[in-house]
């Protein structure tokens, strides 16, 4: 057994990937509203599949920073779940990192650097905000 594994009890780890599976199909059912369903060609304009992975970022970000601030009022296992879980299968820097990848390849740079830029200081002051509403809320 590897030496993580063993630190952690087996429900914690089932916890931690059901809540990784809930926010993986959270993730999946935002993007299919987004794009009605439909997959999007490649020339096609998606701006509302970047619209909708921004607002996930950024509220998955803010989730996070609530659970972060209240992680001390659950116990660790549902902190994991939630937080590693549910926020980690929410968000997804993969295809935010594709997105500006592709804007960069097709030239648009402007787009790339609004984006890239955007979603990370949005995500931070988001998570930020969670904090303190976290705080807040106790």
Known sequence: MSH??????LPTLFAVALGGAAGSLARW???EIATG??????????SGVYLALFAINVLGSLLLGVLL????LMRHGQFLA???GFTGG???FSDFAVDVAE???GGRVVDAATNGIGTAFCALVAAGL????GVISR
């Open 69 to 72: 601030a209240q992680r001390d």
């Open 82 to 84: 939630m937080g590693a």
């Open 103 to 105: 804007m960069l390849d």
């Open 130 to 133: 969670g904090y303190r509403l």
């Open 29 to 31: 059912g935002v993007l």
């Open 37 to 46: 369903g439909q997959d999007p060609s490649p020339d096609a304009t998606m």
């Open 90 to 92: 929410l968000t997804t």
């Open 4 to 9: 993580w594994a063993a630190m952690l009890p």
